[in-house]
C-alpha cells in the first residue's frame, strides 16, 4: 500500500504555528519507513494526520492516493493497522478479546466470528508468540508482552499497511528487537510500515527510508545513510551526536556526546 | 460460568420473580385465586388486586430494572468509568424537578399522568442541556466534559429542588421525598405501556451498537483506529440510554443502585463483551427490581419500604462480597 503526504499542513485549534508545514513524503510499497524527530517535532500528528484522525488544513495526507479524510473509518482500518503510543484499558479483558477487536472492520454489526476471523487471529497470536497468553487478563501483562499483544491486534485487522507509534518505548532491549524483527519480517512479505521511533539506532538497523522532523518540517528524508549524518542529526536535535558507520554491516550506530565535546 | 448458562439462570430466575411478584402481596391470595384472577374469573377484588395492580406493578419493575441495568452498563463503557450509572448525566436531577413542580402546585390532580410527563419532560431538559455543553463548537464530543457538566446540571436542580420545597406545605414535601426515593407504587397499565414502548425498542438499538461499546474499552483513539465511527457511537449511545433513563425515571421516580451494581456484578462473571453484557444486564436488573420491589411491599405489609432501601441493602453485601470474590481471584 502506498502511504504519502503532499505538502501537508495540520493545525491544532488555537495553536499559531502548525505542528506539520508542508510535509511531503512517501514511504515505498513494502518497506519500513522510520519517522524521527526530537519531541514536539510533529511525529505523532503526521501519524494521526495519515490515520485521517488530525484533519488537514491544507495538502494532503493519502493512502494509495486517496486522501485519508475521504476514507470511512472501516474501509481505512481494513487496510492499516494502527498501534498508538498509548492505550488504557478500561475493564479487564482477555489478550484473545484484544486481539479479536482487529476483526471489528471485517464483521458487519451483529455478525459473530466466522472462520475467516478466528483464522486471522490465531495467525496474529502466533505471530506475535501470544498463543499461550490468549486467555490472560490484558491488564496482568508486562510491557512487552502488552505492545505485542496491541501489534497482534493490528494485524488481525490483515492491513496492507502497519502504523506504529514508538511501539518500543520502554521495553528491554530482547523485546524491543523482537518487535522490531517482526516488523521487519512483515515488511519483508510485502507490509508498507511506518515506524515512529525515538531510537536513532533501531531505525538505522532496521528501516529502509527514515524520515527526520524537526519543528513540523522535514529536515531530511532517504536511506539511513542519506539521514543519518552527524551534522543533520546534531542540528535537529541541537546536541552533539557522533554517528559510527560498522564497514562489515553497514550498519551505522548514533552516540549522543557529552556536552561540552564537540561532534568529531 | 459461560455467558449462556448464566443468561438461562437470569431467565429462569426472572420468570421465578415474576410469579412471586404477582403471587404475593399485602393481601394474601391463593395460588388458585391469583390463577382465576388472571384467567378472567375469580372474585372482582382479586381481578383489581393481581391484573389492575400487582401484574402491572411487576411488568414495570422488569421494564424498569431492565433498563436502568442496561443504561448503567453502556454509561459505564462510554465514559469508560466503573462508577457511571445511569443518573450521571443529571437525567434524575431533571425529572426530579419536574415531578416536584407538579406536586408543590397541586398539577397531579389533573391525572395520573401530569407527573410521569413533568418527570420526562424534566429529564429531558437535563440530557439536552448536558449534551449541548459537551457539544459545543462543533468539536468531538468530550466525555470528561460531559461528566463535568452532568455533574454541575445535577447539583443545580438540586437547588431547584430545595428551593421549591422550601416554600411547600409538609405534605407536599412528604410526597417529593417519597417519589424522589423511587416507587413502582404509581404502576399501571398505561405507564407500562408507555414504558416498554419507549425501553424495549430502546434496549435493541443499544444492542446493535454492543460492537462499537466493546471497542471504547481500550480507549476513543484505539476505537477509532479499528474502524469504529466513535463520534456517531457516542452520541447515539449516550442518547439512548439517557432516554432509557428518562422513561424509567418518569415512572417510578429515583430508584439507586440497579443501573450501577448489576452491570458490575456481570462484568465480573462474563467479562466486558458487550454482546453478552448488555442482554444479561437488562435480566438481573429485571429481577432484581422485581424481587426488590416484592419484599419493600410484604416485609411491612400494609406499608410500603421505599424500594431505593431495599436495593442498597441486597445490593450493596451481595456487590461487596463479588468485589472481595473477583479481587482474590484476580
Same mark, same amino acid.
Request: glycine share 10%; charged share 15%; proline share 4%.
Given at each position: 500500500?502506498?502511504?504519502?503526504?503532499?505538502?501537508?499542513?495540520?493545525?491544532?485549534?488555537?495553536?499559531?504555528?502548525?505542528?506539520?508545514?508542508?510535509?511531503?513524503?512517501?514511504?515505498?510499497?513494502?518497506?519500513?519507513?522510520?519517522?524521527?524527530?526530537?519531541?514536539?517535532?510533529?511525529?505523532?500528528?503526521?501519524?494521526?494526520?495519515?490515520?485521517?484522525?488530525?484533519?488537514?488544513?491544507?495538502?494532503?495526507?493519502?493512502?494509495?492516493?486517496?486522501?485519508?479524510?475521504?476514507?470511512?473509518?472501516?474501509?481505512?482500518?481494513?487496510?492499516?493497522?494502527?498501534?498508538?503510543?498509548?492505550?488504557?484499558?478500561?475493564?479487564?479483558?482477555?489478550?484473545?478479546?484484544?486481539?479479536?477487536?482487529?476483526?471489528?472492520?471485517?464483521?458487519?454489526?451483529?455478525?459473530?466470528?466466522?472462520? @475467516?476471523?478466528?483464522?486471522?487471529?490465531?495467525?496474529?497470536?502466533?505471530?506475535?508468540?501470544?498463543?499461550?497468553?490468549?486467555?490472560?487478563?490484558?491488564?496482568?501483562?508486562?510491557?512487552?508482552?502488552?505492545?505485542?499483544?496491541?501489534?497482534? @491486534?493490528?494485524?488481525?485487522?490483515?492491513?496492507?499497511?502497519?502504523?506504529?507509534?514508538?511501539?518500543?518505548?520502554?521495553?528491554?532491549?530482547?523485546?524491543?528487537?523482537?518487535?522490531?524483527?517482526?516488523? @521487519?519480517?512483515?515488511?519483508?512479505?510485502?507490509?508498507?510500515?511506518?515506524?515512529?521511533?525515538?531510537?536513532?539506532?533501531?531505525?538505522?538497523?532496521?528501516?529502509?527510508?527514515?524520515?527526520?522532523?524537526?519543528?513540523?518540517?522535514?529536515?531530511?528524508?532517504?536511506?539511513?545513510?542519506?539521514?543519518?549524518?552527524?551534522?543533520?542529526?546534531?542540528?535537529?536535535? @541541537?546536541?552533539?551526536? *557522533?554517528?559510527?558507520?560498522?564497514?562489515?554491516?553497514?550498519?551505522?550506530?548514533?552516540?549522543?556526546?557529552?556536552?561540552?565535546?564537540?561532534?568529531? | 460460568?459461560?455467558?449462556?448458562?448464566?443468561?438461562?439462570?437470569?431467565?429462569?430466575?426472572?420468570?421465578?420473580?415474576?410469579?412471586?411478584?404477582?403471587?404475593?402481596?399485602?393481601?394474601?391470595?391463593?395460588?388458585?385465586?391469583?390463577?382465576?384472577?388472571?384467567?378472567?374469573?375469580?372474585?372482582?377484588?382479586?381481578?383489581?388486586?393481581?391484573?389492575?395492580?400487582?401484574?402491572?406493578?411487576?411488568?414495570?419493575?422488569?421494564?424498569?430494572?431492565?433498563?436502568?441495568?442496561?443504561?448503567?452498563?453502556?454509561?459505564?463503557?462510554?465514559?469508560?468509568?466503573?462508577?457511571?450509572?445511569?443518573?450521571?448525566?443529571?437525567?434524575?436531577?431533571?425529572?426530579?424537578?419536574?415531578?416536584?413542580?407538579?406536586?408543590?402546585?397541586?398539577?397531579?390532580?389533573?391525572?395520573?399522568?401530569?407527573?410521569?410527563?413533568?418527570?420526562?419532560?424534566?429529564?429531558?431538559?437535563?440530557?439536552?442541556?448536558?449534551?449541548?455543553?459537551?457539544?459545543?463548537?462543533?468539536?468531538?464530543?468530550?466525555?470528561?466534559?460531559?461528566?463535568?457538566?452532568?455533574?454541575?446540571?445535577?447539583?443545580?436542580?438540586?437547588?431547584?429542588?430545595?428551593?421549591?420545597?422550601?416554600? *411547600?406545605?409538609?405534605?407536599?414535601?412528604?410526597?417529593?421525598?417519597?417519589?424522589?426515593?423511587?416507587?413502582?407504587?404509581?404502576?399501571?397499565?398505561?405507564?407500562?405501556?408507555?414504558?416498554?414502548?419507549?425501553?424495549?425498542?430502546?434496549?435493541?438499538?443499544?444492542?446493535?451498537?454492543?460492537?462499537?461499546?466493546?471497542?471504547?474499552?481500550?480507549?476513543?483513539?484505539?476505537?477509532?483506529?479499528?474502524?469504529?465511527?466513535?463520534?456517531?457511537?457516542?452520541?447515539?449511545?449516550?442518547?439512548?440510554?439517557?432516554?432509557?433513563?428518562?422513561?424509567?425515571?418518569?415512572?417510578?421516580?429515583?430508584?439507586?443502585?440497579?443501573?450501577?451494581?448489576?452491570?458490575?456484578?456481570?462484568?465480573?462473571?462474563?467479562?466486558?463483551?458487550?454482546?453478552?453484557?448488555?442482554?444479561?444486564?437488562?435480566?438481573?436488573?429485571?429481577?432484581?427490581?422485581?424481587?426488590?420491589?416484592?419484599?419493600?411491599?410484604?416485609?411491612?405489609?400494609?406499608?410500603?419500604?421505599?424500594?431505593?432501601?431495599?436495593?442498597?441493602?441486597?445490593?450493596?453485601?451481595?456487590?461487596?462480597?463479588?468485589?472481595?470474590?473477583?479481587?482474590?481471584?484476580?
Amino acid at each position: 500500500m502506498n502511504v504519502a503526504t503532499d505538502h501537508l499542513v495540520v493545525r491544532y485549534a488555537g495553536q499559531a504555528t502548525p505542528a506539520l508545514d508542508g510535509v511531503t513524503m512517501e514511504v515505498p510499497t513494502g518497506s519500513l519507513y522510520a519517522i524521527l524527530g526530537p519531541n514536539g517535532s510533529g511525529k505523532s500528528t503526521l501519524m494521526r494526520a495519515l490515520l485521517g484522525v488530525a484533519p488537514a488544513e491544507s495538502g494532503h495526507a493519502m493512502l494509495d492516493g486517496r486522501a485519508t479524510a475521504t476514507w470511512s473509518r472501516e474501509d481505512l482500518a481494513r487496510s492499516v493497522g494502527a498501534v498508538g503510543q498509548a492505550e488504557s484499558i478500561a475493564f479487564p479483558i482477555t489478550v484473545r478479546e484484544l486481539v479479536g477487536m482487529g476483526r471489528y472492520p471485517h464483521l458487519s454489526p451483529l455478525a459473530a466470528e466466522g472462520d @475467516r476471523d478466528r483464522t486471522a487471529v490465531a495467525a496474529a497470536l502466533a505471530a506475535c508468540d501470544l498463543l499461550e497468553l490468549a486467555r490472560r487478563d490484558v491488564t496482568t501483562l508486562s510491557g512487552g508482552e502488552f505492545q505485542r499483544a496491541r501489534i497482534a @491486534r493490528a494485524l488481525a485487522q490483515e492491513p496492507r499497511a502497519l502504523v506504529l507509534d514508538e511501539p518500543t518505548n520502554s521495553l528491554d532491549v530482547r523485546h524491543q528487537m523482537a518487535i522490531l524483527e517482526l516488523l @521487519r519480517e512483515s515488511a519483508d512479505r510485502g507490509m508498507t510500515v511506518v515506524l515512529i521511533t525515538h531510537s536513532l539506532d533501531l531505525a538505522a538497523q532496521f528501516a529502509d527510508h527514515m524520515l527526520l522532523l524537526s519543528e513540523g518540517r522535514v529536515a531530511a528524508e532517504g536511506t539511513p545513510a542519506d539521514v543519518l549524518s552527524e551534522r543533520i542529526l546534531t542540528d535537529v536535535y @541541537r546536541w552533539p551526536i *557522533s554517528v559510527h558507520r560498522d564497514a562489515s554491516t553497514g550498519v551505522h550506530t548514533i552516540t549522543p556526546l557529552r556536552s561540552g565535546s564537540s561532534a568529531t | 460460568m459461560t455467558r449462556w448458562s448464566l443468561g438461562f439462570l437470569l431467565l429462569a430466575a426472572l420468570a421465578f420473580s415474576v410469579v412471586f411478584g404477582v403471587r404475593f402481596g399485602s393481601v394474601p391470595l391463593s395460588f388458585i385465586e391469583v390463577a382465576g384472577a388472571l384467567t378472567g374469573g375469580g372474585t372482582d377484588i382479586a381481578r383489581d388486586i393481581v391484573v389492575g395492580l400487582r401484574l402491572p406493578r411487576t411488568l414495570l419493575g422488569v421494564l424498569v430494572g431492565g433498563g436502568l441495568a442496561m443504561a448503567g452498563a453502556t454509561f459505564q463503557a462510554l465514559l469508560r468509568n466503573p462508577l457511571a450509572e445511569p443518573y450521571i448525566l443529571g437525567v434524575s436531577g431533571g425529572a426530579s424537578v419536574g415531578a416536584v413542580l407538579v406536586l408543590a402546585f397541586g398539577w397531579a390532580s389533573a391525572g395520573s399522568w401530569a407527573l410521569p410527563l413533568a418527570a420526562f419532560i424534566g429529564a429531558l431538559v437535563a440530557i439536552v442541556l448536558v449534551f449541548r455543553v459537551a457539544t459545543a463548537s462543533g468539536r468531538p464530543m468530550d466525555v470528561r466534559v460531559l461528566l463535568l457538566a452532568g455533574v454541575v446540571v445535577a447539583a443545580f436542580f438540586s437547588a431547584c429542588i430545595a428551593l421549591i420545597l422550601s416554600i *411547600s406545605s409538609a405534605r407536599t414535601v412528604q410526597s417529593a421525598v417519597l417519589w424522589i426515593m423511587g416507587s413502582l407504587a404509581g404502576a399501571n397499565w398505561r405507564s407500562v405501556v408507555v414504558t416498554a414502548a419507549y425501553t424495549l425498542p430502546a434496549c435493541v438499538a443499544l444492542m446493535a451498537l454492543a460492537r462499537p461499546l466493546n471497542l471504547m474499552a481500550v480507549g476513543e483513539d484505539t476505537a477509532l483506529y479499528l474502524g469504529a465511527d466513535v463520534e456517531r457511537v457516542k452520541r447515539r449511545a449516550l442518547l439512548i440510554a439517557a432516554l432509557i433513563t428518562a422513561s424509567g425515571v418518569a415512572v417510578a421516580g429515583v430508584i439507586g443502585f440497579v443501573g450501577l451494581v448489576v452491570p458490575h456484578g456481570i462484568r465480573m462473571i462474563v467479562g466486558s463483551d458487550h454482546r453478552a453484557l448488555l442482554p444479561l444486564s437488562f435480566l438481573a436488573g429485571a429481577t432484581f427490581l422485581t424481587l426488590a420491589d416484592l419484599v419493600a411491599r410484604v416485609v411491612l405489609a400494609p406499608a410500603e419500604i421505599p424500594i431505593g432501601v431495599i436495593t442498597a441493602f441486597v445490593g450493596v453485601p451481595f456487590f461487596l462480597l463479588l468485589l472481595r470474590r473477583s479481587l482474590y481471584a484476580g
